[in-house]
């Protein structure tokens, strides 16, 4: 879910994965905050978003493993009967009200993460049909794995702040002194572990995620990065971070 500050409209942000290998570096994606990027930017918030949460979808249908929070998610939709969307926007509302006594502030994409990823996650899932054919299911895991990746990097780039989950990690990390590796690992371990006891699926999946995601992430990173504005222009480009944490 090496450290970066991306600001954010309205704060700094460092962005990273909820459930991926953190790279130790990574060329800092310029992202321009002036009015004429606004609408870019939004495009590419809203479309990570409802691509991470479809891309989550196809990890679900594949049923060969899931992201550590979302088998948390799914163990939880398990006992209670929710969908693993709704689940996922009560998790994220919940994380959020840990920020409070972290003192971190949540930018529009923070919010936005909450709602729009499970509900695009449902939806994705209302539409996909059942698989049972591993022919079929094995490239639902790698399409899912790739996109989440092509996610990550619009929805970093886009720079409106992190995900509830992320900012649950760096604020843990502030507040404790301790790396963000650790706490990361902290706390996808405890998610993980009980996830998986409440009936959410691990599976070669959540390796192959593990693995994977960070380099893709930082591949598309640099695809959607939106480069710096003209000297001269209205748009002011932010300075560029030494690497990034990737997000969820």
Known sequence: MGQATITTGGHPMTARSESAPVPDSAPGPAVSSGPRRLPCRLVQLYAGLALYGGSSALLVEAGLGLEPWNVLHQGLAELTGLTIGVVSIIVGAAVLLLWIPLRQRPGLGTVSNVFVVGIAMDGTLALLPDTHSLAVRVPLLLAGVVLNGMATGLYITAAFGPGPRDGLMTGLHRRTGRSVRLVRTVLEVAVVATGFALGGT???????????????????????????APAGSASVATGQPEGAILPG
């Not at 999946?205 to 930082?218: E, K, N, R, S």
Request: aromatic fraction near 12%.
């Open 202 to 228: 691990v599976g070669v999946g959540t390796v192959l995620y593990a693995v994977a995601i960070g380099p893709l992430a930082q591949l598309f990173l640099r695809v959607f990065a939106v480069r710096p």
